[in-house]
């Protein structure tokens, strides 16, 4: 079978100490957390960072300072920035880390109820971060919360916004989105055009099941505190790379090689 790429999304927007004692926040624990999540198996990072009072930020300083840190840890990983950011930042934000020229950035195709929040990807808004991103020839990962994104992406293609091949992320599990239902993600994977690329992550008690039937299915996985804090049910994770262990693992158990960030560069076509 094909090398698995493991993405850890090691922070997010949303994910509080509160809830998560363990929730790399400072950018001394997103570098540990990275160089952790990595020694387990992960080959990208997706990317968010706090400010000191623990709040989501899109400044580039920051962005900055946690990439380098985590670069002298671990030289050789991914680093995927978030543009998704934080529900309600300005889209002017959520582009200024594209300055940076990560290797990956996540782009969201379109608006929906996430939560008790509106994320909201006005067209001319993913148009724009589009050309943003392929214009410093970083590679968009495009983030599917449900049907509709992946049809849009595909109109994107038609309409030379994208260009091919696509990498997909399937976030499922989000309330307002498509949930962790297998059948979901069988869906979705019908409608892929050929030679893309797609991962799933999972949100919540969505995170393990997917990741297991993504590992079977070919496809790549997401684990990670940003979608998933819990280890098993009522049972908080100790770290992010206790989930990126677990994973590899399984992939061991059904001779899924686990891709080192070498193979998963060739893999996505990152030069
Ligand atoms: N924080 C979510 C609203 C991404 O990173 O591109 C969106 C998000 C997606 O996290
Ligand atoms: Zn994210």
Redesign the pocket.
Known sequence: MDPVIITCAIT???TTKEKQPALPVSPKEQAQAAEEAVRAGASII?L?VREDDGKPSQRVERFEEVISAIKIRVPDVIIQI??????GESIEKRSKPLELKPEMA?L?LGTMN?GDDI?YNHPKDIVRLASEIQKRGIIPEL?VYEIGMLENALRLVKQGVLKEPLHFQFVLGVPGGMSGDLKNLVHLMSFLPPHSHWAVAGVGRFQLPLAVQSLVLGGHVRVGF?DNIFYKKGVLAISNSQLVERIVRIAHEIDRPVADPKTARKILGIA
């Open positions: 997010g927007a949303e997706h968010h978030s543009t998704g950011g934080a529900i996540s969201n996430f994320f983030e940003e």
